[in-house]
């Protein structure tokens, strides 16, 4: 079975600096990996998926991610954090190769806040 | 286009009662979600959809909660009867089978069961 861990509940950064949020994967099979963010009181929204292709992908609103499957890791950064960016972010794996498509689980999520 | 739709946003209700949660998912989407959202269990998965036929529904946690798609533009998840523990956001994704893993979710239904 995949899971996910997402290391550290809580991030905060000041505007402008750089923004990391990590993620450590587990599949038996070479995995699909998502992130998605959370505004309060929304929905999630796909912010970037790692589908066997390019490792480095980048997704909306100036994230990206890079996929390394000797860490089993699928870190999600910005070189400088905007006030919007303040949201919760959850990091997915679907294990399956994608036949699910969408039967994904889901990490406990991190909280960024940003500093002025 | 509209997003996916729930209703209610809100709800709150007695121990015992009925609850039923409604969801319209994006038109031509053919897979649809319900997952469920808590501070101790973070996003699970409930049940999910594929051309209004429930593919899996192991993640559904005992008889009391059911979920049907009698079309492919409604979905509903019920709840009978409903306990305090059954507290949570409730929220309802659809995508395209030809996407992985793209889901589009709704705003939620915020449950709070007394």
């Known amino acids: 079975a995949q899971s996910v861990t997402q290391l550290g509940s809580h991030v905060s950064v000041s505007e402008g600096a750089l923004v990391l949020l990590r993620c450590n994967y587990s599949?038996?099979?070479?995995?699909?990996l998502f992130w998605y963010v959370q505004y309060p009181n929304q929905g999630l929204q796909l912010l970037l998926k790692?589908?066997?292709?390019?490792?480095l992908v980048k997704g909306i609103n100036g994230f990206e991610a890079e996929f390394k499957k000797s860490e089993t890791s699928f870190h999600l950064t910005k070189p400088s954090a905007h006030m919007s960016d303040a949201a919760e972010y959850f990091c997915a794996v679907s294990d399956d190769g994608g036949t699910s498509y969408g039967k994904l689980t889901f990490g406990q999520g991190t909280i960024l806040t940003v500093h002025p | 286009d509209a997003g996916v739709i729930q209703s209610p946003r809100h709800e709150v209700t007695e121990m015992g009662q009925e609850v039923t949660l409604r969801c319209k998912p994006i038109s031509g989407h053919d897979y649809l979600f319900w997952y469920r959202q808590t501070m101790m269990r973070g996003l699970e998965l409930l049940i999910y959809?594929?051309?209004?036929?429930?593919?899996?529904d192991s993640g559904m946690p005992e008889d009391r909660f059911s979920a049907k798609m009698p079309n492919a533009s409604f979905s509903t998840l019920k709840i009978q009867p409903s306990e305090p523990r059954d507290s949570a956001v409730y929220f309802c994704?659809?995508?395209?089978?030809?996407?992985?893993?793209?889901?589009?979710f709704g705003e939620g239904s915020r449950l709070t069961v007394l």
């Open positions: 994704a659809s995508s395209l089978s030809r996407v992985a893993g793209e889901l589009f």
């Open positions: 599949s038996s099979v070479p995995p699909y």
């Open positions: 790692y589908t066997s292709a390019a490792t």
């Open positions: 959809f594929n051309n209004n036929v429930p593919i899996d």
